[in-house]
T-cell receptor, first 112, second 116 residues
Framework: GDSVTQMEGPVTLSEEAFLTINCTYTATGYPSLFWYVQYPGEGLQLLLKATKADDKGSNKGFEATYRKETTSFHLEKGSVQVSDSAVYFCALQHSGNTPLVFGKGTRLSVIA | GAVVSQHPSRVICKSGTSVKIECRSLDFQATTMFWYRQFPKQSLMLMATSNEGSKATYEQGVEKDKFLINHASLTLSTLTVTSAHPEDSSFYIC????????????FGPGTRLLVL
């Protein structure tokens, strides 16, 4: 079945450091790929998405590119802030109105 | 603002009691909603798909008699944990698809259940 694998956390970075959170997936066909963020005490929020190969999703300085050849969707940010501290989930979805398959999440802590 | 709400946000109950969790789409209709369960430091695991006007579809290993789902209207789905036990303590999250192709999932803020 479908699966999503994320790098293990927690990840601790200093403010303004470069962030990469790796995500790879196993799925049939051509799913859409997502990154969701969960801030402390809050629900999941969509951070960015990409619906086809070579698409780049971006939002709030975060980027991820849909790489079909490596089945990856790594999340990057050039300069993290303390406010980026949260849990980040990579996920895939085959089509609208279907559930998402999530990775285990990666906790990011950014220290000043 | 939030487009999917859940109530309650937190509930503590005694073992053996039943707990109802509501999931509402606030300004759109959702014929389908999804219920997930999240264990501490773990990912979200799909429990069931809630279908308006018909029976829910449960994932393998999820007891349908224990986790009752009712999708009585286009904006409300409820999850009832019957005869709750401590091992049912978890974070329960619902989501609803929205958009032209229903390609975007909106998640509720979650309900933390603690069974004593």
């Amino acid at each position: 079945g479908d699966s999503v694998t994320q790098m293990e956390g927690p990840v601790t970075l200093s403010e303004e450091a470069f962030l990469t959170i790796n995500c790879t997936y196993t799925a049939t066909g051509y799913p859409s790929l997502f990154w969701y963020v969960q801030y402390p005490g809050e629900g999941l929020q969509l951070l960015l998405k990409a619906t086809k190969a070579d698409d780049k999703g971006s939002n709030k300085g975060f980027e991820a590119t849909y790489r079909k050849e490596t089945t990856s969707f790594h999340l990057e940010k050039g300069s993290v802030q303390v406010s980026d501290s949260a849990v980040y989930f990579c996920a895939l979805q085959h089509s609208g109105n279907t559930p998402l398959v999530f990775g285990k999440g990666t906790r990011l802590s950014v220290i000043a | 603002g939030a487009v999917v709400s859940q109530h309650p946000s937190r509930v503590i109950c005694k073992s053996g009691t039943s707990v109802k969790i509501e999931c509402r789409s606030l300004d759109f209709q959702a014929t389908t909603m999804f219920w997930y369960r999240q264990f501490p430091k773990q990912s979200l695991m799909l429990m069931a798909t809630s279908n308006e006007g018909s029976k829910a579809t449960y994932e393998q290993g999820v007891e349908k008699d224990k986790f009752l789902i009712n999708h009585a209207s286009l904006t409300l789905s409820t999850l009832t944990v019957t005869s709750a036990h401590p091992e049912d303590s978890s974070f329960y999250i619902c989501s609803a698809p929205r958009g032209v192709g229903q390609e975007t999932q909106y998640f509720g803020p979650g309900t933390r259940l603690l069974v004593l």
